[in-house]
């Protein structure tokens, strides 16, 4: 199947009901706050509306949120959600870097999102690698309700369909390389490998401002963002160990071009770590460089330079160059290699124009 990657990703919401009947014994309670804690994933300001809206009824009437349901009561509440999501075979070309009858390893573009969520129904490395194995029917999940997008991303980790072949993941706007298994076993073998920290990852990144040292380490607990539930941060307690080596491989006047080597796999965990740093990615909106993020930018020239840089990269600035791990059939160590995609080629080419000693 063909289809636009941006198509549908947003369909037209379906209207569902939920229909409650108050048991003995249960204790007076306002009906947004019995709503809101009831219904899967609801928020108190979802139910507000519904009631406003005159959506939710109790015993058939219209209520206002402060009624307290009584046991009894038959309450029915009636909101739009996304229709089922399902997953659909897709004609996408690949750029496969290796591929046998246990694996391959493709190059994922920046823009693809690896698997299908609520908001990228479409488009997906997922969608490429079912019809690429030969897919055609659409897999329906019609058990699930796609209410939490944490909630989706772990759901979809669980189902035998698909789950063989993601062993790992980038984010949407990071390139790179991904090793994806054909089989359930294969999968076994290689997420061991991730686990434990035996294969080998390193990223190219650009980042603002001039990293000092020529190499280091980064290590620190990170966790959800007390601030933003949808980011990451360092964190002081409730986290994970987080360790990124880094090297410097190239130096300008306002960003600074590096290698990193992940030892642990968290989520964002090399854009919070150069956040945290102060030196965060070129272009990453989420962490913070999609704005000149460098006081070291001093006059017009600067000014101009980093604003083509940011106008060349309108995603972050960072592609998994690298990729080793051991076959799981052959034993052997592979590695491979995908170069800077044609973004990352542009900025530095504009970097080192204005340093033509570098």
């Known amino acids: ?37 009831t219904i899967p994933n609801a928020t108190r300001s979802k139910v507000q509306e519904a009631i406003d809206a005159g959506n939710v009824t109790i015993n058939g009437k219209i209520h206002k949120s402060s009624r307290k349901i009584q046991p009894g009561d038959v309450v029915q509440c009636r909101v739009m959600k996304p229709p089922p999501l399902e997953l659909v075979p897709e004609n996408i070309p690949l750029d496969i870097r290796y591929e046998d009858e246990y694996l391959l390893v493709v190059n994922k573009p920046a823009g693809m999102v690896t698997h299908p969520g609520f908001g990228n129904r479409y488009g997906t490395l997922v969608n490429a690698l079912l019809y690429h194995f030969g897919q055609r029917d659409a ?15 772990n759901y979809l980790y669980n189902i035998e369909a698909i789950r063989p072949g993601i062993v790992h993941r980038l984010d949407k706007d990071t390139s790179g390389l991904l090793v994806v298994a054909k089989n359930s076993a294969t999968h076994a073998h290689l997420a061991k490998q991730f686990a434990e920290h035996t294969s080998d990852r390193e990223y190219n990144a650009i980042v603002w401002g001039v990293v000092k040292e020529n190499e280091g380490t980064i290590e620190s607990m990170i966790g959800r963002s007390p601030r933003d539930r949808k980011k990451f941060a360092v964190v ?13 491989l190239e130096r300008y006047d306002i960003f600074t ?18 956040s ?23 006059n017009a ?3 101009a330079l980093a604003q083509r840089c940011l106008e060349s990269m309108p ?37 080192r124009a204005a340093q033509p000693e570098l």
């Not at 796609?146 to 989706?152: A, L, M, W, Y």
């Open 1 to 37: 199947m063909e289809r636009s990657p941006d198509k549908n990703n947003y369909p037209d919401y379906i209207e569902k009901v939920y229909d409650f009947i108050i048991p003995a014994g249960q204790r007076p309670e306002r009906v947004d706050v019995f709503l809101s804690t």
């Open 139 to 153: 897999i329906a999940l019609e058990a699930f309700d796609e209410d939490s997008e944490d909630e989706t991303e």
């Open 236 to 248: 002081q307690k409730d986290g994970k160990i987080a360790i990124t080596n880094y090297t410097v």
């Open 257 to 274: 071009l590096v290698r990193l080597k992940l030892h642990t796999g968290r989520t964002h965990q090399i854009r919070v770590h150069l």
């Open 276 to 298: 945290a740093m102060h030196n965060p990615l070129l272009g990453d909106e989420t962490y913070g460089g999609n704005v000149i993020a460098y006081g070291g930018v001093r």
């Open 301 to 303: 020239t600067q000014k």
């Open 315 to 351: 995603r972050q600035a960072l592609h998994a160059r690298t990729l080793g791990f051991t076959h799981p059939v052959s034993g052997e160590r592979v590695m491979f290699e995908a170069e800077l995609p044609q973004d990352f080629e542009q900025v530095l080419a504009l970097v």
